[in-house]
């Protein structure tokens, strides 16, 4: 079996598929070599084998833990990499990874408080965290809050009875859980708040509430990963940026603030992205005419970048665009 892409160097095998939720799917992949990866990582996985669709998925397994690598993935409506792992991959079919990326781990956090914040599938990296602090950090003192829709939704529900978690319920709390959401009130319950280190993943929202909330209550130390999900281009039409994109011979809007990532996703603009950080480099775009700035030039080339291309998730677009 040939590699799809060097991005993706990679062969793992399904040894087998668990559902978790009535949409969620925990892969169990076996890899006949040692592959590195710390807790809280993710790896860019080649959709259908190939070499143009890559999308990124948190490894939820947990190194010198589990006894397989695993990415547990929600089924997303027309989402290609979703749909693909959900429905068509089954056991004895092969998946070919990127090496292990990001920086959301806690392997190099030296605190002994940590409060870990999760929401729907954001409780992946925190799930493989919170394994690794029990295996090779047992003195820490952990807490979880996680957040979900309805008590059926709690991915890695059998697990869970193993560590100390706050489950809350948005809907239909049964016993076992809280009503509601993430609150001040059940934030001013954990010990020794602005003392601890906290790490939060989830929808944009709940984390930017989150962030701010801890931080009102005195922590120094807030760490996050964003899954992003495009925004619906409402009133897209005659408000915010302007951006024209020449080879598709369309115009479209998006609003102050949004990345170029962004503002093309939100108005069916085709691109591929994959890491969103600013690493693999797959959302390389071409801009004619405006001003931005970039948090990330990695994969450019001097040249690329001096001819104005640009990683799409890390431009920040200053005003109107003009694209390739």
């Given at each position: 079996m040939t590699m799809p892409t060097p991005q993706c160097p990679w062969r793992?095998?399904?040894?087998?598929?668990?559902?978790?939720?009535?949409?969620?799917?925990?892969?169990?992949?076996?890899?006949?070599?040692?592959?590195?990866y710390r807790a809280g990582q993710y790896a860019l996985v080649s959709i259908a084998n190939s070499a143009t669709t890559l999308r990124a998925y948190t490894?939820?397994?947990?190194?010198?833990?589990?006894?397989?690598?695993?990415?547990?993935?929600?089924?997303?409506?027309?989402?290609?990499?979703?749909?693909?792992?959900?429905?068509?991959?089954?056991?004895?079919?092969?998946?070919?990874?990127?090496?292990?990326?990001?920086?959301?781990?806690?392997d190099n956090e030296a605190q002994d408080k940590l409060l870990l914040l999760a929401a729907g599938c954001g409780v992946t990296p925190i799930m493989s965290m919170r394994r690794w602090l029990a295996k090779y950090r047992p003195a820490v003192d952990v807490r979880v809050i996680y957040?979900?829709?309805?008590?059926?939704?709690?991915?890695?529900?059998?697990?869970?009875?193993?560590?100390?978690?706050?489950?809350?319920?948005e809907q239909s709390a049964s016993a076992g859980f809280v009503s509601g959401?993430?609150?001040?009130?059940?934030?001013?319950?954990?010990?020794?708040?602005a003392g601890r280190t906290v790490f939060c993943c989830g929808p944009a929202p709940y984390m930017a509430w989150a962030e701010e909330a801890v931080k009102q209550?005195?922590?120094?130390?807030?760490?996050?990963?964003?899954?992003?999900?495009?925004?619906?281009?409402?009133?897209?039409?005659?408000?915010?940026?302007?951006?024209?994109?020449?080879?598709?011979?369309?115009?479209?809007?998006?609003?102050?603030?949004?990345?170029?990532?962004?503002?093309?996703?939100?108005?069916?603009?085709?691109i591929i992205a994959a890491c969103r950080e600013g690493v693999c480099g797959c959302c390389k775009t071409q801009v004619l005419a405006g001003e931005y700035h970039v948090s990330s030039t990695a994969t450019l080339t001097q040249q690329e970048i001096d001819d104005g291309f640009v990683l799409a998730c890390s431009c920040q677009p200053e005003g109107d665009m003009v694209l390739a």
């Amino acid at each position: 079996m040939t590699m799809p892409t060097p991005q993706c160097p990679w062969r793992m095998q399904v040894h087998h598929i668990h559902q978790e939720t009535p949409d969620v799917w925990t892969l169990s992949l076996l890899c006949h070599d040692y592959y590195p990866y710390r807790a809280g990582q993710y790896a860019l996985v080649s959709i259908a084998n190939s070499a143009t669709t890559l999308r990124a998925y948190t490894l939820s397994s947990t190194p010198g833990v589990s006894e397989y690598i695993t990415l547990t993935v929600r089924r997303i409506a027309g989402g290609a990499g979703s749909q693909w792992l959900t429905g068509e991959v089954k056991r004895g079919d092969y998946l070919w990874l990127s090496d292990a990326q990001g920086h959301f781990t806690c392997d190099n956090e030296a605190q002994d408080k940590l409060l870990l914040l999760a929401a729907g599938c954001g409780v992946t990296p925190i799930m493989s965290m919170r394994r690794w602090l029990a295996k090779y950090r047992p003195a820490v003192d952990v807490r979880v809050i996680y957040n979900i829709r309805s008590p059926q939704e709690v991915i890695f529900a059998d697990e869970w009875r193993d560590y100390a978690v706050t489950l809350v319920a948005e809907q239909s709390a049964s016993a076992g859980f809280v009503s509601g959401r993430l609150s001040h009130a059940l934030l001013n319950e954990v010990p020794d708040l602005a003392g601890r280190t906290v790490f939060c993943c989830g929808p944009a929202p709940y984390m930017a509430w989150a962030e701010e909330a801890v931080k009102q209550g005195g922590v120094t130390r807030f760490f996050k990963e964003q899954f992003f999900t495009p925004t619906t281009s409402v009133a897209a039409a005659t408000e915010g940026l302007k951006f024209s994109k020449l080879s598709a011979g369309k115009t479209f809007f998006a609003p102050q603030g949004s990345s170029l990532l962004q503002a093309l996703e939100s108005n069916n603009v085709p691109i591929i992205a994959a890491c969103r950080e600013g690493v693999c480099g797959c959302c390389k775009t071409q801009v004619l005419a405006g001003e931005y700035h970039v948090s990330s030039t990695a994969t450019l080339t001097q040249q690329e970048i001096d001819d104005g291309f640009v990683l799409a998730c890390s431009c920040q677009p200053e005003g109107d665009m003009v694209l390739a």
